[in-house]
Nanobody, 115 residues
């Protein structure tokens, strides 16, 4: 069973920055894909950014140029550097890990951007 522990959320003013971290444990095989999703009140969960073991990335159009995903495979940890934050970035951010064909989710961390 894979466990994901997120950290780094909080309250920030518009234009500010936050860095999220997600550490995975309990996997006996490499995690093929790690990344971040978010869910705002009344909206569906959406992809923010994901990264493969080989370093391939995929970003939502709304965060391109502002957010950067990175990954330390040796530590089974993925990071999300969020710059130039906007009020519309306010959401619960969830870490996701894909191990073979099974997805695991973290408990979520709240990011609130004030205007």
């Amino acid at each position: 069973q894979v466990q994901l522990v997120e950290s780094g959320g909080g309250l920030v003013q518009a234009g500010g920055s936050l860095r999220l971290s997600c550490a995975a444990s309990g996997n006996s095989v490499p995690i093929s894909l790690m990344g971040w999703y978010r869910q705002a009140p009344g909206k569906e969960r959406e992809l923010v950014a994901v990264m493969s073991t080989e370093g391939r990335t995929n970003y939502a159009d709304s965060v391109k140029g502002r957010f950067t995903i990175s990954r330390d495979n040796a530590k089974n940890t993925v990071y999300l550097q969020m710059n130039s934050l906007k009020p519309e970035d306010t959401a619960v951010y969830y870490c996701k890990a894909l191990v073979i064909i099974r997805s695991y989710w973290g408990q979520g961390t709240q990011v609130t951007v004030s205007s």
